[in-house]
Structure formats: structure tokens, C-alpha cells
């Protein structure tokens, strides 16, 4: 039997009332997951602050990231390596927004 194929992009549900995370792969320390957004920023005066280093690319949409030094704008296609313990937070993303993410050990 072949491998099961997906594609990150179709099938995306539309709408959702909450952002919605679709593990793709867990083992040996590493978790890579597809987020779909629907637009749906962090929580005012949230913070994420992760003991693991998390690679994060934005596959579709837009997003805007804020750091305790500054922000970063994101387009689709872009990537950044958030190290472990640096504070973050999703300060807006458009309606189509899908990222993927991946959780390693530190």
C-alpha cells in the first residue's frame, strides 16, 4: 500500500470559530503540525513563551507576529526559527492563513 498523500492547502475547513491544529507527524521529540488561523489572532496580552525552539512557515496568508523587541510581518512563503522561551504572540493574520509548524526538542 503507498504512503497516505495530503495536501496543506485543500480541504482546509473554512471558518472554523477557533484556530484549528492538525497534527501531521509526532515522534522522537518532534511535532509538525498544520495550524489553520481563520484569522484569529492571540488573545490580548498573550504570550507564548515554549521550552522548545519551534520552526514556523506561513504556507497561505498573511500574518503579523509581535516579539518583546519588535515585530514581524509574514506573506505566504515566508519562515522563521522562534528560538525556545522567546515571548511571541500572533497579533493579526488574514482569514486564509495556514501555516506549518514544527516542535523540536531543545
Given at each position: 500500500m503507498p504512503p497516505e498523500t495530503i495536501n496543506l492547502l485543500q480541504a482546509v475547513p473554512e471558518r472554523a470559530a477557533a484556530e484549528q491544529f492538525v497534527p501531521l507527524l509526532q515522534r522522537d521529540g518532534l511535532?509538525?503540525?498544520q495550524i489553520v488561523s481563520h484569522g484569529k489572532a492571540s488573545p490580548e496580552g498573550f504570550w507564548y513563551d515554549q521550552p522548545?525552539?519551534?520552526?514556523v512557515a506561513l504556507?497561505?496568508?498573511s500574518a503579523r507576529?509581535?516579539?518583546a523587541d519588535g515585530?514581524?510581518?509574514?506573506?505566504a512563503g515566508d519562515a522563521l526559527l522562534i528560538p525556545a522561551h522567546c515571548r511571541h504572540r500572533v497579533?493579526?493574520?488574514?482569514l486564509?492563513?495556514?501555516?506549518?509548524?514544527?516542535h523540536f526538542g531543545a
Open positions: 511535532l509538525l503540525e522548545q525552539p519551534e520552526w504556507l497561505r496568508g507576529l509581535e516579539f515585530e514581524q510581518s509574514l506573506v497579533a493579526e493574520c488574514s486564509d492563513a495556514v501555516w506549518l509548524a514544527l
